[in-house]
């Protein structure tokens, strides 16, 4: 038989979704892949109950349904400032996650450099495999995950460096990027001639004083910055699908043609009953977001009594805890993972899946969970020592 391809040798299934099969055998609670176990607003499933008798049923317009994109362009332009045409400056995809493809595929061709923060979340070396193209990794230091101005230059000045992609706010390290660091990021991106590809699913998930700013808002980076993100973060609806890129004319028009050959389209009930969604007031936004304060605080109060330390993130929904305590002398990260989901029962990501460093002490935990899915887990935490040492 010929050789496959040889692409998979540089990236295996995605540790995050391994957990969730894992949980789910151990009958764990999953803190690992980032979704929530509380319901989506209620005018949306009441709509799609609705959409459900009523249709549509069959191939909706590729690009996405005419009015799920009129009210994404008033919504999102609506927060990015900026008026967009539902024409042509959007696509609708299946999550974010087709998006991200989509694009690697229509700005890059094979050998390209596209640049990425470290840690990162995990699929975007897969990604930027898949489109033959080489990451370059610039590190984000912890604790506070700054970036070194000359280390990320340095790495703009490498030959064939066609973009940056960026994840703000960030999973798993909650930075969400100060108006300054975005601006001289776009210095960067203008001056080497780079494109910005930036995933925005936590647009509406941020803390305290900070504040979601778009790439795309800044000066001089409309023309080269696209914006992915979806309805799976803001409007508690993983399992839906909907996702959409954002960008000027010339390049969503390469976007469109990978999405039309990659996904032909999206589900058209789920669209349809996603308008509402799109509606919302700005009270929906502010609401959500206290949400999310809550369950941060909830859990990470609960975290410090346990005595395990974390990152506090500025937005986002995930905290990367310190396991360093619990190891055993030569244990991996992943099997600690695999371990504290079948013992303490409650599962966590390995930091080896978003680290290009060396690191093998930190696991994610996410806490888009209702208040008592997250007293249980932490519940189980605190006999962490116990069960692990
Ligand atoms: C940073 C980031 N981007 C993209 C995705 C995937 O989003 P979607 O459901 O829109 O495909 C996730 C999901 O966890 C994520 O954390």
Known sequence: MKEM?????????????????????????????????????KEMTDRLAEVAATGPHQYPITMGAPNFRRALAKKAGRFMGRTLDPETDMVVT???????????????????????????????????????????????????????????????????????????????????????????????????DVYAIMDEVYEHIVYDDNKHIYMNSIPGMWERTVSCSSLSKTYSVTGWRLGYAIAPQPIMERIKQYHDFNAVGCASPLMEAAVVGLEFPDSYYKEFGDHYAHMKKLFTDGLKDIGIPFTDPQGAYFVLA???????????????????????????????????????????????????????????LADIKKKMC
């Open 5 to 41: 391809s040889r692409r998979n040798q540089y990236f295996t299934d995605s540790v995050i979704r391994r957990m969730t099969r894992i949980a789910i055998a151990n009958n764990a609670i999953n803190l690992a892949q980032g979704f929530p176990d509380f319901d989506p607003p």
């Open 94 to 192: 299946i999550g974010s996650t087709e998006a991200m493809v989509d694009t690697l595929f229509a700005l890059t061709n094979p050998g390209d450099k596209i640049i990425m923060f470290s840690p990162y979340f995990e699929n975007y070396h897969a990604q930027t495999i898949m489109a033959d193209c080489e990451p370059i990794f610039v590190p984000l230091v912890p604790p506070v995950f700054n970036f070194d101005p000359q280390v990320l230059e340095d790495a703009f000045k490498q030959p064939n460096v066609k973009a940056i992609l960026i994840c703000n706010p960030s999973n798993p390290s909650g930075k969400v990027f100060t108006r300054e660091e975005l601006s001289f990021i776009a210095d960067l991106c203008i001056k080497y």
């Open 322 to 380: 310190n396991i360093g305590p619990y190891l055993k002398k030569g244990q991996s990260d992943v099997d600690f993972c695999v371990k504290m989901t079948e013992k303490v029962g409650v599962a966590a990501v390995p930091g080896s899946s978003f680290f290009r460093e060396d690191i093998n002490d930190i696991v994610r935990l996410h806490f888009a969970k209702k208040d008592e899915t997250l007293y249980e887990a932490l519940n189980r």
